[in-house]
C-alpha cells in the first residue's frame, strides 16, 4: 500500500481560508509558540560563536553524538533510576528522523498501531510496505489499550508502537499497564518502538522512559525528543536509546543501529547539540515551560470537565481528546467550532477512523489565547 495524499491539515488549511474570519485561535497545532528558554538559547547562541572561530570550529560532528550530550541524557536517565553507558545513546536531529530509521533494523513485518495515534508511525510503515495492524484505542479501554486488546494473534514477532504521554489522546500509561506490553513483546518475540517525545509533562506518578520497566531493555527502542520540551521544534535535538541487552543473531541491536546510522546520516550540528545539553543540564527551565503549556491544558480540562463534555488528557500531557457534543463527527464539530468560535481544532479522525467524533485540542498557545478560546467555547457548548 503507498502513502495516501495527507489531506488532514490540507482539509483544515482551505476551511480555515474559506471560513474568512480574521480572529482565529489555532489550538490545532502540535508546535511550540514560546521562544526557547533563556540560558538554553545562551548556549545555543555561543556555540555559534565558536562555530566562527578557527580554535573553536567544529567540523562532522561524531555520528551518535558529542560525548556532552551523551552525559546530560545519561544524567537525565539516572533520575529516572536507569543507568545509560555511550553505545546505548544516539543523538537525533528530533524524533521523527529515528522513528523512520529504526524500521529497516527489523526483519518483522507487521505492525500493532494504535488507532487513533500520531500518523507517522503508520506512514513510516507505509512506506516500508509493512503490514498494519490497528489496535483499538476507545474510550472503552480509556485510550489505553492492552495486549487483550488485541482482536487475534498475527503471528510472531511485531513492532508495537506506544505513545506515553500519547498524541493525540493526552492519556498516560501507568507501570502496570506497561509492563504488560513489555511482557508480551518478549513473549512474543516483539520490539516496542516507545515514543516518549512528551515525557517531561508527566506530573504524576507514571514512567517517564520504558527502560524503568525490567525486561524492557532486551525488547524495546525508546524514541526521545527535547522538541516539546525546550520549544526546540525548529532547533531539532532529540535521542533514541538502544540498551546492550537488547540483541540480534547478527550483532547487538546499538551496534547495528550505528552503522546504519553511519550509512545514512551525518550527525546532529554542534549548535543544537549544544543547546540540547543545556536542555538536559537546565532542568528548572524546561520544567517552567511545560508547566505553562499544561496550566493551559489543564483549563481547558476543568473547562470541559464542567460542561460535562468527555475529555481526556491534559493533566499530564499538553493534549486534550474530547467527545465532540451531540454525537457530531470530527470535521462537522470541526466547522461549527471554526465558524462559531473561530477556533482550530484537530479532528480526531485524522488520526485514523477511532478518532472519530472526537477532537484533539491542544495547549501550545499563549495564556492569552487559552482564556480568549474557553470564553468562546462557554457560548457554544
Ligand atoms: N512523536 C510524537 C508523538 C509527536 O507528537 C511528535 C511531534 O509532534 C514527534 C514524535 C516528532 O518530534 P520531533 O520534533 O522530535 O521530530
Redesign the pocket.
Known sequence: MLLSKNYLFTEIEERVKKCGKKDIINLGI??AVRPVPKKINRSYVNSAKQMGAKSTFKGYPPISGYQFIKEGVKKRYKRFGVSLSDEEIFI??????D?YALLSLFSTSTALIHNPS?P?YADANLIYGNRIEFIKSCRQNCFLPKPCDLKENYGNGYLIYI?SP??PTGVVYDKNALKLWVDYALNTGSVIIF?S??ADYIRGDYPKSIFELKGAESCAVE??????TAN??GV???FTVIKNQFTTDLDKLNNLFKRLKSATFNGVPFVSQKAGESALINVGECLKNTDYYLENAKMMRAFFNDKGIFAVGGENSPYLFFECPCRLKSFDFFDILLNKAGIVATPGVGFGSGGEGFMRISGFNFRKQITEAINRMDGLF
Open positions: 502540535g508546535d537525533s536531529d528530533g524524533a521523527k528522523t522513528l500520531y507517522a505513545c500519547d498524541n515514543d517525545a512528551y524514541v526521545a525528543s527535547l522538541s516539546k526546540f521544534t531539532r535535538c532529540g
